[in-house]
């Protein structure tokens, strides 16, 4: 079945840093979508990615989609102490009809 | 609009016994994506009900079950609990009619089974 991979699983940052988090799927997806949770909280959804190559900016997070569409990324500029959270990527395959959530990458931003 | 809400919020059962958990989706949405969230094991899909038929199933055991009613909201059913079901049951709806996935997820309910 469809396996969605994302690494690392863990990242501890000083604010100020950069942080970044990988997602890659054993198919290829029709769309992929990247979720945030606050510790405590549920997944929120951030953004969906549809094209070959799109990239899209929220201020400081910058997402891609590869161009063979089985990656994607989730950067973060100059972390704050409020992107603490775990950050999960959904990879969308029509064939399968569902969404298969990777494991999540879990952000800590030391201040 | 108000969002997904799920039922109850927090429970605690001995192994063994059974529960239901409940989630209302967002008034219009049609499809309803149940998920266990464990520490370390991400977010696990257990089914996904789409006008009241169960459209995509994860690799789960049969004791774990659901419906959908007409009106759209969801149940899951767990029967027989064992200590390893303790995790947060989260479930997601969304609005399939427009062509996007973008799931939109209740508070949960966190099992702890005793």
């Known amino acids: 079945g469809q396996q969605v991979m994302q690494i690392p699983q863990y990242q501890h940052v000083q604010e100020g840093e950069d942080f970044t988090t990988y997602c890659n799927s054993s198919t290829t997806l029709s769309n992929i979508q990247w979720y945030k949770q606050r510790p405590g909280g549920h997944p929120v959804f951030l953004i969906q990615?549809?094209?070959?190559?799109e990239v899209k900016k929220q201020k400081r997070l910058t997402f891609q989609f590869g161009e063979a569409k089985k990656n994607s990324s989730l950067h973060i500029t100059a972390t704050q102490t409020t992107d603490v959270g775990t950050y999960f990527c959904a990879g969308y395959n029509t064939n399968a009809g569902k969404s298969t959530f990777g494991d999540g990458t879990t952000l800590t931003v030391k201040p | 609009k108000a969002g997904v809400t799920q039922t109850p919020r927090y429970l605690i059962k001995t192994r063994g016994q059974q529960v239901t958990l409940s989630c209302s989706p967002i008034s219009g949405h049609r499809s309803v994506s149940w998920y266990q969230q464990t520490p370390g094991q991400g977010l696990q899909f257990l089914f996904e009900?789409?006008?009241?038929?169960?459209?995509n199933k994860g690799n789960f055991p049969g004791r774990f079950s659901g419906r959908q009613f007409s009106n759209s909201r969801s149940e899951m059913n767990v029967s027989t609990l064992e200590l390893g079901d303790s995790a947060l049951y989260l479930c997601?709806?969304?609005?399939?009619?427009?062509?996007?996935?973008?799931?939109?997820f209740g508070p949960g309910t966190r099992l702890t089974v005793l």
């Open positions: 997601a709806s969304s609005d399939d009619r427009q062509g996007v996935n973008e799931q939109f």
């Open positions: 009900y789409f006008s009241e038929t169960q459209r």
């Open positions: 990615l549809v094209k070959s190559g």
